[in-house]
């Protein structure tokens, strides 16, 4: 069974930074695309970033890009969202996603994703 964890959330100010982390166990993380998605309440969940299982291939959301970057130690079974420049907008649960039916190109439909964490609490106060 895939377990996906999460850490790093917590309240950071406007214009300040933040790591995410996700612990994969369960599997073998290179045998999945990875991704960031985030949600707040009344709204659907929304891509954030993705990186593909052999880390060549990377995408990022308009709103995020220039900010936050998706990295992947496929070693460690570790993903990574550092994430620059906060804006109060930015405040949502964070969730890491996996997807093992979706290699080939990275997606951002979160349908197309098989595994989920919990999610991690991100607030940036103004």
């Given amino acids: 069974q895939v377990q996906l964890v999460e850490s ?10 933040l790591r995410l982390s996700c612990a994969v166990s369960g599997g073998t993380l290179r045998s999945y695309n990875m991704a960031w998605f985030r949600g707040v309440p009344g709204k659907e969940r929304e891509f954030v970033a993705a990186v593909r ?3 060549s291939t990377t995408d990022y959301a308009d ?12 070693g460690r079974n570790t993903v990574a969202l550092q994430m620059n420049s906060l804006k109060p ?11 093992w039916r979706h290699k080939v190109i990275v997606t951002r439909i979160w349908n197309d994703y098989d595994y989920w964490g919990q999610g991690t609490q991100v607030t940036v106060s103004s």
């Fill in 8 to 17: 790093g959330g917590g309240l950071v100010q406007a214009g300040g930074s």
């Fill in 53 to 55: 299982w052999s880390v």
């Fill in 63 to 74: 709103s995020v890009k220039g900010r936050f970057t998706i990295s992947r130690d496929n």
């Fill in 89 to 99: 907008e930015d405040t949502a649960v964070y969730y890491c996603a996996a997807t």
